[in-house]
């Protein structure tokens, strides 16, 4: 007689074994579900020193542009410090996801707020490097030395020329008077170039001008005088020469340029740079305070 089969006495090994591969697809299961945010932890590290690294060769580039001694040299550095401010743009844009998946409160208002000091980061360098491109103290600083030397040089000449050929003393004393103003009103216009405040450089002008004046009043003087017509006029035209000069030097100073963008980098961009450190800090500080996922 065959013996009668009922489910209570099937045998017991296969559901062992199906609850075996169940709990062993869990673990693989969970083990998968831990590695992305394995991998979000370690790579928001390391954006964050990607960032930190790109943000203090941008402070170094920008630092190259404003004292860089040519106009070349200041662009070149201006450009990369251009593109080191994208290069963070981007590793930002990449470290936003993640922060923002990991759904961390603290490590999205620590992101927030380096965003923020960054965006202010950003406003800064737009204006110190449109000024430290410029160059209009430097600018002024050459046409000075250059061109403005020249023609009081010129100028000298022809006033000593016109005392030898005179042998009037008081005709003489004029000329060399004037060759005296024309030489402070060139170091006062020297001094005007590095000039931060306004009010400064008005008095500089004021005093510039009056040292004009005296010029020409001298060169009448010894016009009235009898002093060779030649003579005066090869003065005159290298003094009118040397005020349109010095009226550009003066235009270009007045920018100020360069005094303004390294003003700017020793304190405004200090500090804002000095905002965005601590908030990298800050962010990193929260990603690490974590709990390590398992895997």
């Known amino acids: 007689m065959t013996p009668t089969t009922t489910p209570s006495s099937l045998p017991r090994r296969p559901r062992a074994a199906a609850l075996l591969v169940a709990a062993m697809l869990l673990a693989v299961a ?33 630092k190259s542009a404003v004292l860089a001694t040519t106009d070349e040299e200041s662009r070149s550095m201006a450009r990369e410090a251009q593109a080191l401010t994208g290069k963070i743009d981007a590793l930002r844009d990449e470290l936003r996801p993640l922060v923002v998946a990991d759904g961390r409160a603290k490590e999205i208002e ?4 380096f965003d923020a000091a960054w965006n202010e980061l950003k406003g800064v360098d737009d204006r110190l490097l449109a000024l430290a491109v410029a ?11 250059r061109e403005g030397a020249a023609a009081l040089d010129r100028f000298v000449e022809a006033i000593v020329a016109a005392e030898g050929g005179s042998t009037d003393a008081a005709t003489i004393r004029t000329l060399s ?18 000039t931060a405040e ?33 003579q005066l006029t090869a003065a005159s035209d290298a003094w009118e020469e040397h005020r349109r000069i010095a009226a550009e030097v003066v235009r270009l100073s007045r920018e100020n340029s360069n005094v ?17 450190l601590t908030a990298l800090d800050a962010l990193l500080a929260a990603i690490e305070s974590n709990p390590q996922p398992k895997r």
Request: net charge negative; proline share 3%.
């Open 177 to 194: 008077g004037a060759a005296v103003a024309a030489l402070r009103e060139q170091s006062l216009l020297l001094i005007h170039i590095p």
């Open 135 to 145: 160059n209009t103290n430097l600018k002024a600083a050459r046409l000075s030395a």
């Open 30 to 62: 969970a083990s998968c579900s831990s590695e992305p945010a394995l991998i979000r932890q370690a790579r928001k590290e390391e954006l964050i020193e990607a960032i930190r690294g790109a943000l203090l060769e941008s402070v170094e580039a920008e």
């Open 110 to 113: 620590r992101l927030d707020a």
């Open 260 to 276: 303004l963008s390294f003003d700017v980098s020793v304190h405004e961009k200090r500090k804002v740079t000095k905002e965005c």
């Open 198 to 230: 306004p009010a400064d450089m008005t008095r500089i002008e004021e005093r510039m001008n009056e040292l004009g004046d005296e010029v020409g009043r001298s060169l009448a003087s010894a016009r009235a005088s009898g002093v060779a017509a030649e």
